[in-house]
T-cell receptor, first 109, second 116 residues
Framework: AQRVTQPEKLLSVFKGAPVELKCNYS??????LFWYVQYSRQRLQLLLR??SRESIKGFTADLNKGETSFHLKKPFAQEEDSAMYYC???????????FGDGTTLTVKP | NAGVTQTPKFQVLKTGQSMTLQCAQD?????MSWYRQDPGMGLRLIHY???????DQGEVPNGYNVSRSTTEDFPLRLLSAAPSQTSVYFC???????????????FGEGSRLTVL
């Protein structure tokens, strides 16, 4: 079975403050981990994936296999980062991705 | 390039009525899936398909049927709508042949369904 846990449903920070959205997973094999974002009135879209190890819009995420975590971080939050963020896992069944409950991030001016 | 197209965007049904949510993708993706999004519950997988003619159940399949007769289309059927099926439904597609975009889910805009 595969499971994704996002412990924070709501997260609020001030502009310029660091932000970390937590994601923990449970999977017996080697998963692929993703972060998706849903801005207001836009469709869900990929933010980043662990394989690429890149920074998108200032966000980074590192896969920690020992802690089974894939936390999303940004050193200086911007108001335009306000959105719903989902962590997702894709296992050996490539057609099946499992999502966490999502975290709504609000960045206050 | 339209990507993933869902119709309708909004629908109101009465309990017991049936309907079909349409989903089409033009990226030749082999994988397609349906999710429902409910407040506080994230995205839950209803059904998915790994290719034409092959479908399987996700986490919450009861009350829904799917079929995949072509690579492009993956309709979701509600057999007898219930108020518990009030939700926002998302169709998504992906591929294992996408190079740097392998495994990335491409989503439709969503269909908001209300069952009275």
């Amino acid at each position: 079975a595969q499971r994704v846990t996002q412990p924070e449903k709501l997260l609020s920070v001030f502009k310029g403050a660091p932000v970390e959205l937590k994601c923990n997973y449970s999977y017996s094999g080697s998963p692929e981990l993703f972060w998706y974002v849903q801005y207001s009135r836009q469709r869900l879209q990929l933010l980043l994936r662990h394989i690429s190890r890149e920074s998108i819009k200032g966000f980074t995420a590192d896969l920690n296999k020992g802690e089974t975590s894939f936390h999303l971080k940004k050193p200086f939050a911007q108001e335009e980062d306000s959105a719903m963020y989902y962590c997702a896992l894709r296992g050996s069944n490539a057609g099946k991705s499992t999502f966490g409950d999502g975290t709504t991030l609000t960045v206050k001016p | 390039n339209a990507g993933v197209t869902q119709t309708p965007k909004f629908q109101v049904l009465k309990t017991g009525q049936s309907m079909t949510l349409q989903c089409a993708q033009d990226m030749n993706h082999e994988y397609m899936s349906w999710y429902r999004q409910d407040p506080g519950m994230g995205l839950r997988l209803i059904h998915y398909s790994v290719g034409a003619g092959i479908t399987d159940q996700g986490e919450v399949p009861n009350g829904y049927n799917v079929s995949r007769s072509t690579t492009e289309d993956f309709p979701l059927r509600l057999l007898s709508a219930a108020p518990s099926q009030t939700s926002v439904y998302f169709c998504a597609s992906s591929s294992s042949r996408g190079g740097g975009r392998t495994g990335e889910l491409f989503f439709g805009e969503g269909s908001r369904l209300t069952v009275l």
